[in-house]
């Protein structure tokens, strides 16, 4: 039969409060970089903004012969259409 020993001599003899210190040290400065980093990115895209300004790419081109009814009807007909499919 195999004997298990728990006690707290095993936990000294083996390092384990240094090893937790150490575990509980190398977290807290993780999560303490991850959260400087967050806080700080916004400041850090606006100076990248300010280097690499974004191009006007995402805007759609203006199209006026398209009336408003028709396109409203269209989407009304995709959406009564997935509601039908679901």
């Known amino acids: 039969m195999i004997e298990i020993n728990l006690s707290i001599q095993n936990i000294l003899d083996g390092r ?3 090893i937790a210190i150490i575990g509980m040290l190398v977290v807290f ?10 806080s ?5 895209l606006r ?6 300004p974004i191009k006007d790419q ?3 081109p203006k199209c006026t012969d398209t009336p408003k009814d028709e396109v409203l009807a269209a989407i009304g007909s995709v959406l009564h259409a997935a509601k039908i499919g679901m």
């Open 58 to 60: 995402l805007s759609l």
């Open 16 to 18: 384990g409060i240094e």
């Open 29 to 38: 400065t993780a999560l303490t970089l991850i959260s400087a980093f967050i």
């Open 40 to 44: 700080l990115l916004p400041s850090v």
């Open 47 to 52: 100076i990248v903004n300010l280097m690499y």
